[in-house]
């Protein structure tokens, strides 16, 4: 079936450094990806998507590309914030209908001043 | 945006009880919705889909006598947890797409953390 394989975390960096999250996946056909903020008590935002290969998704610094050749959409944000700090998943969903998300299991980015 | 509302945002209860927790589409209305239930420090497992009109589609290894999911309208799906138990403590969330638009991601409550004693 599919899956979602992001890095382990936590992830520690300082404010202003660069970070990369790191996120593959598997998928019979040709999936949306998708990331995904929580921040510390609250449910899940949508922060970037794509839908087809070679799409750049961005927001709010963030960005991924969709990499068909390596099945990837790893995460960059050229200089993170204290305010960055929550847990990112990486998902895809399979067609256009009504289908689930697949989550990887989330990487924990704590970002200090 | 496409808003769903989640409630209650935090519950506790004792072993035994039944806890409701409410998923609402605020402006649009979802035939589907999708319950997933997230365990500290893990990701996200989908627990069940809710069809408007008929009967939730459960995963593999899910209880559907343990968790009742009714779709009664377009706009709320609803889980009950019955006969709670602490290792049912967990926070759940509700999640569903808004078929108006294109490629519409997921949006999500904002989560229910529910506590048994």
């Known amino acids: 079936g599919d899956s979602v394989t992001q890095m382990e975390g936590p992830v520690t960096l300082s404010e202003e450094a660069f970070l990369t999250i790191n996120c593959t996946y598997t998928a019979t056909g040709y999936p949306s990806l998708f990331w995904y903020v929580q921040y510390p008590g609250e449910g899940l935002q949508l922060l970037l998507k794509a839908t087809k290969a070679d799409d750049k998704g961005s927001n709010k610094g963030f960005e991924a590309t969709y990499r068909k050749e390596t099945t990837s959409f790893h995460l960059e944000k050229g200089s993170v914030q204290v305010s960055d700090s929550a847990v990112y998943f990486c998902a895809l969903a399979e067609g256009s209908g009504n289908t689930p998300l697949v989550f990887g299991k989330g990487t924990r980015l704590s970002v200090i001043a | ?117």
């Open chain 2, 1 to 117: 945006g496409a808003v769903v509302s989640q409630h209650p945002s935090r519950v506790i209860c004792k072993s035994g009880t039944s806890v409701k927790i409410e998923c609402r589409s605020l402006d649009f209305q979802a035939t589907t919705m999708f319950w997933y239930r997230q365990f500290p420090k893990q990701s996200l497992m989908l627990m069940a889909t809710s069809n408007e009109g008929s009967k939730a589609t459960y995963e593999q290894g899910v209880e559907k006598d343990k968790f009742l999911i009714n779709h009664a309208s377009l706009t709320l799906s609803t889980l009950t947890v019955t006969s709670a138990h602490p290792e049912d403590s967990s926070f759940y969330i509700c999640s569903a797409r808004d078929p108006g638009q294109n490629n519409s991601p997921l949006h999500f409550g904002n989560g229910t953390r529910l506590t048994v004693t």
